[in-house]
């Protein structure tokens, strides 16, 4: 009787311990209404205040969990202890390669209640990490902000107080996300030895020094990806920025030369360029009604270049260890591309390390990605862009508040990551309330809104959705196999980190509240309730006292 007495002392006193640790750490959301049925809650930042969230290591056999919800949590935080049923232990003659046999144990309870049990024996892809793109449309806006404002923006995405992005995305050139067209060495006209190679202003003014002030506070190594959207025009077939245009095939080394010209201007600041992609989505200059910066490629003329100049070009440069994502489209068409690509020249496939995929052909199943690292073993696959409103169907571009978005976030990052990726960068940091700027009236929404006038910006769920994966999943982390234990059932990822400890990310998406249990091994588990409509990541300490 007395040792059940001091196990509850004991849950008592850790418990009291949590609530004291999460009350102290963190400045909660300065929450704004915006005032339209249905939507969620911003959180306001500006010189003088903003919002932060600190990840709390959980002691041996405790845990800590962070929720967001429609209703307006935002990383709340909450915590237990681990539990034990010795009573439930079974012999170790029914595990078969590391899982407990459950074919006699499932338990059909009601829909409200789910449970899994948890291998971190089993494990999958090592996770590199999560960001977002430092486009010229991000560098206007931020640079709208007073200083100590842009501190809060910088910190809010890559301090140890916000969400630890790692990975950057940064186009080669203009994008539809600039002020205006432009791309480097635009003069001479047929300059293939790129004489006049050198950055602009929106480099030297917004991209470079985002860059550096993310690179100041990060808290890990932030690894950049670039990505070319349009070449100088008289490289191309039409001499024009947009519509249908291929590479002119004198200027395939000419435009390998370009790549790294590139690099040798961003590493004399001292940022280095961990991957280059093959073009941002080669189809757009196939397709005739795209009408921003844009490079057709056809899949056999994309694998001639990668093998013959590319690649070669790049391995033999002092930039070797540099990455190649091949296509850096849509999930729909990586599949024709590396085919098209192989057939045409085998030796592509060599220098290709990766194939960077996009957000907006999601009408596919996730399941064709386990079919690619299947068919091409030892190939990264990293989501390279993802946006909310771009689609013609989108009534809204930007919808603020909108949780609808933040949800469908976490459904894809859920599938992607299930589905062997190791990367995932959002696309703008962040825009204005329209969008933009954007120089093709391309307009979308972004996790982030920035409102120069009133020297603020606004985290919108978008953000938080995000967090849930960037802040809890740190670069090193290993996908372990989670299996389902119920009828009811709620989307999730789980991973083990650098540190040993179990995150597991649940989605409830459901207008009513869940019952979930984790189980970490055959005694151990953690039973907890999700709110409706909400996003909840659990970082488990599964070691013993």
């Not at 047929?190 to 860059?211: M, R």
């Not at 395939?252 to 790549?259: K, N, T």
């Not at 959002?426 to 009236?441: E, F, I, R, S």
């Not at 020297?455 to 960037?470: L, T, V």
Request: a neutral charge; charged letters at 20%; aromatic letters at 12%.
């Amino acid at each position: 009787m007395l040792r059940h007495k001091n196990i509850r002392i004991f849950l008592v006193i850790a418990v009291l311990q949590f609530s004291f640790l999460f009350g102290k750490c963190d400045l909660p959301c300065r929450a704004r209404d915006v005032g339209i049925a249905g939507r969620s809650a911003v959180c306001v930042c500006d010189a003088t205040y903003c919002d932060t969230v600190t990840r709390n290591a959980p002691a041996p056999g405790t845990y800590v969990t962070y929720t967001s919800s429609r209703a307006g949590k935002r990383f709340e935080k909450s915590g237990g202890v681990i539990e034990t049923n010795s009573h439930n232990k079974k012999d170790a003659k029914q595990q078969m390669n590391g899982k407990d046999d459950v074919s006699d144990n499932i338990q059909p309870k009601i829909f409200n209640d789910a449970s899994y049990r948890l291998f971190s024996n089993v494990q999958y892809q090592t996770i590199e990490g999560f960001g977002g793109s430092v486009t010229d449309a991000a560098g206007v806006n931020w640079r709208k902000l007073s200083f100590n404002t842009q501190t809060h923006f910088v910190n809010s995405y890559f301090s140890k107080e916000g969400l630890e992005y790692n990975l950057i995305r940064v186009p080669i050139g203009g994008a539809d996300f600039s002020t205006h067209p432009y791309t480097y060495n635009e003069y001479p006209w047929n300059d293939a030895a790129l004489s006049n190679f050198s950055l602009t202003v929106e480099d030297y003014f917004y991209k470079l020094p985002l860059i550096k002030r993310a690179m100041a506070v990060a808290t890990s190594e932030i690894k950049i990806t670039a990505s070319t959207w349009s070449p100088p025009v008289w490289m191309k077939t039409n001499n024009a920025i947009t519509g249908f245009a291929q590479l002119r095939p004198q200027y395939y080394q000419s435009y390998a030369d370009y790549h790294i010209r590139f690099m040798e201007e961003y590493e004399k600041s001292d940022v280095h360029i961990w991957a280059l992609t093959t073009t941002n989505e080669p189809v757009n200059g196939i397709i005739p009604f795209v009408d921003f910066n844009s490079l057709g490629w056809f899949p056999w003329d994309l694998g001639h270049w990668v093998a013959d100049n590319l690649g070669p070009t790049l391995r033999n440069s002092r930039f070797n260890k540099t990455l190649i994502f091949a296509v850096d489209d849509q999930r729909y068409l990586i599949d024709v591309y590396l085919q098209g690509m192989i057939r045409a020249a085998p030796k592509s496939l060599d220098y290709i390390d990766g194939i960077a995929i996009h957000y907006y052909g999601n009408f596919i199943p996730a399941s064709i990605l386990s079919s690619i690292q299947e068919r091409y073993p030892g190939k990264l696959l990293l989501s390279t862009e993802a946006c909310e409103g771009p689609m013609p169907w989108d009534v809204m571009r930007v919808k603020i508040g909108s949780w609808e978005r933040a949800a469908r976030y976490t459904r894809h990052i859920l599938d992607d990551l299930n589905n062997f990726v190791i990367g995932w960068i959002d696309w703008n940091l962040c825009l204005d309330d329209k969008g933009g700027p954007n120089w093709a009236h391309n307009y979308v929404d972004a996790p982030i809104l920035v409102y120069g006038d009133k020297d603020e910006f606004i985290k919108q769920p978008m953000y938080y959705a995000m967090g849930h994966f960037s802040k809890f999943m740190p670069r090193g982390s290993k996908r372990i196999e989670v299996l389902r234990r119920s009828l009811g059932h709620v989307p999730n990822l789980a991973v083990l980190t650098p540190e040993g400890n179990i995150v597991v990310l649940l989605h409830n998406s459901n207008t009513r509240e869940m019952n979930v249990r984790l189980s970490t091994s055959l005694t151990d588990h953690i039973d907890l309730t999700l709110d409706p409509e909400s996003i909840t990541t659990v970082e488990i300490n599964p070691q013993s006292n």
